[in-house]
């Protein structure tokens, strides 16, 4: 009796394992997809941060290879992200009794083109943008600079994610 109750469990469960193997714990969902290409985002913001179009760039790139099993090309992806960073900038937030700025917010709006050769309908193009904000006491350089692209860089690439290939 032991033996069939092991047998049938472990059929139960093998089953299951193998059913979940169709999806992806990322929420990624690429279709018959096997290749990313991710152009260069130029910064045509009026304010320009030098190092913003290839940290953003590159972070994109990351995203993709980390939570999909997409190969990364230069020429013909399957799926294909180009854009530019239209806007970066910065502006005060709140106000203190002496009507100086207590905090202020950067933010960054990115203008993405998405093409999925495989599936048309799925193409868009869409502006992305987030913010972070920072004492006005602080330069915006450094640690400070840092911290707000880790954060708004993440969120926008996360968005874009999101909106591409993630089936929430």
Known sequence: MKKIIYILLFSVSSILFVACGFYSFTGGDVGQAKTIQVDFFQNQAQLIEPT???QFTEELRDLFIRQTNL???NTNGDLYFSGEITSYRVAPMSATSDQTSAQNRLTITVNVRYINTLDEKKDFEQS????????ATSQLTGGVLE????????RITQDIFNASVGKW
């Open 147 to 154: 911290a707000a692209f880790e954060e708004i860089i993440d």
């Open 128 to 135: 992305f943008s987030f913010y972070s904000d920072y004492a």
């Open 52 to 54: 913003l179009s290839q």
């Open 71 to 73: 190969t990364l090309v």
